[in-house]
């Protein structure tokens, strides 16, 4: 993570990593003696692919789920599989560091997650399985920098709100060219919603998933768009899950439509969901739900360059306010007490230059009301007013705070406001909210600027506004961060030309952002 360019990786990204190695250096695993008893399974197990997460500066996450047949529960025989991985310090595999054995078990769909540790810091590794007889492609990850150091660099992608049948997953194939160090998924990884027969491809399935098989039938069509699983294969992902990864809306445990769906049969789409979600994601043992439950706000460390702290916005939340008296209430929670003192206590006693902030839903204001008055988004940090408030008031004593953040399928940059009441408040930090992988497909600009231009100076924080789809990618030093909003020209077709649509920087002790 500190260099400019690193050649072993761009060799990886050039010969291809999806076969490399995979036949001619099946001996450089375990001994022959450990494969003796090995029971045949279906062809293509892994046809998931390959993934690693949350980099530590001596461990990282490893995934696969072995899947046979995906879009049909997983086809896997009903038992439990040993599963051999190898990490190796190069791309053929004759350095390995770090291998083993581990479990691929029904009860979870026959992912394994394999948290390797022993592994130096700031350093690229390739990674492998093998499973009855058959390879999985190789990947490549990269640890995290050493505890104590100051300088280099962290290149950082931020995605989110990828939906299948709005659009085909372009910007990952940029995103793979730009060779980031760590990939951060803010959520809407998939979307619950029924098949379409309008759009650009086909959600499988029926309807709506509730069931746990058919949130594992979702997750395995997702995981099948070449250009997400080239991304998951080549760099490291930090995830949190938002709505769609459940139900539009939710709230704690419940539901968007109440009415429509009982508190009991909700719990259980629940339980349902983050299992099935964990069972995708490349997340450590504290990641496995219980029941309705599940820990996703965690915090991860890059040296004294920056700390990520990983928020979980849909868990804890109060049910949203629906007026703006509501909005206002002192009592609405949208962390919950524990995560809130969590958050805040690693903000005041961070070591890190940069405190990067993975929040799901928007925290600047956004006024819809053109003119005098204001009209809220309730679902964000918006209906949420008091909480955000006084977190905004924490940033004043916080080193270079700045919030990475999806939903809303446009790119949103703004400064934060200590209060978005006052126009003349001091500014606290940053926010930048990443557009959509593919939700809302090819937008009408000439639409979106008619709608939005007009809302502009009722909200004079907000210094950039699109609704391209792409991502957002970060250049992060100890002098500043340099932002790139790159966005692709289709999501309609499997290919398409990117671009840089704007550049901005972050000044280190400047809170705030402004274009390049």
């Not at 027969?197 to 997750?219: F, M």
Request: aromatic share 8%; hydrophobic share 40%; with cysteine.
């Amino acid at each position: 993570m500190t260099g400019a360019v690193r050649p072993d990786r761009r060799r990886v990204l050039t010969a291809g990593a999806a076969v490399l190695g995979a036949a001619a250096s099946a001996q450089l695993w375990l001994p022959a003696t450990a494969h003796a008893a090995e029971a045949k399974l279906p062809d293509g197990v892994f046809s998931l692919g390959v993934a690693s997460g949350d980099p530590l500066p001596d461990g990282i996450v490893l995934w696969t789920r072995l899947a046979p047949d995906p879009l049909n529960g997983g086809g896997m025989p009903d038992r439990t599989v040993a599963v051999e991985w190898q990490v190796a310090r190069d791309a053929r595999f004759r350095k390995v560091v770090r291998r083993g054995v581990a479990p691929a078990r029904r009860a979870y769909g026959h992912s394994v997650h394999v948290d390797v540790r022993g592994l130096r810091p700031d350093t690229a590794y390739w990674f492998r399985f093998r499973a009855g007889g058959q390879l999985s492609r190789v990947g490549r990850t990269r640890t995290a920098p050493a505890p104590h150091s100051f300088g280099g660099r962290l290149k950082v992608a931020l995605a989110s709100c990828q939906n299948w049948q709005h659009g085909y997953f372009t910007p990952y194939a940029d995103m793979l060219r730009q060779d980031p160090d760590v990939v951060v998924f803010v959520g809407d990884y998939i979307y619950e919603s029924t098949p379409s027969a309008t759009g650009v491809r086909r959600h499988e399935g029926t309807g709506e998933p509730y069931s746990l098989t058919q949130y594992r039938n979702r997750y395995a069509q997702y995981r099948s768009d070449p250009d997400l699983a080239e991304m998951h294969a080549n760099a490291p992902f930090v995830v949190t899950f938002d709505d769609h990864e459940v139900d539009n809306d939710f709230a704690g445990q419940i539901p968007q439509d109440p009415d429509k769906q009982a508190h009991d049969p909700f719990v259980a789409r629940l339980t349902a969901a983050y299992q099935a979600y964990y069972e995708h994601m490349p997340v450590r043992a504290t990641a496995v739900p219980n029941g309705p439950h599940i820990r996703m706000h965690r915090r991860l460390d890059f040296g004294r360059l920056a700390r990520l702290n990983v928020l979980d916005t849909r868990q804890y939340r109060s049910d949203q306010a629906t007026t703006q008296e509501g909005a206002q209430d002192p009592t609405l929670t949208m962390l919950g007490a524990a995560q809130k003192r969590w958050l805040v206590d690693g903000l005041r006693h961070s070591p890190a230059r940069w405190n990067l902030i993975a929040s799901q839903v928007m925290m600047a204001e956004t006024d819809l009301q053109v003119g005098e008055g204001k009209l809220w988004y309730y679902d964000a940090w918006d209906g949420y007013q008091a909480e955000r408030n006084a977190l905004l008031q924490e940033f004043r004593r916080v080193s270079n705070p700045v919030v990475l953040t999806g939903d809303r399928h446009l790119t949103m940059i703004s400064d934060l406001k200590a209060d978005f009441a006052d126009p003349r408040s001091a500014v606290v930090g940053a926010e930048f909210v990443g557009t959509s992988i593919s939700s809302n497909g090819d937008q009408d600009q000439a639409a979106f600027r008619a709608q939005w231009d007009p809302r502009r100076a009722d909200n004079p924080h907000w210094k950039l506004l699109d609704a391209h789809r792409g991502y957002h990618l970060f250049d992060i030093r100890r002098d500043g961060i340099d932002a790139r909003v790159r966005v692709v020209d289709t999501v309609l077709r499997p290919r398409a030309t990117p671009r840089t649509l704007a550049a901005l920087r972050v000044e280190a002790g400047r809170p705030g952002v402004h274009l390049a």
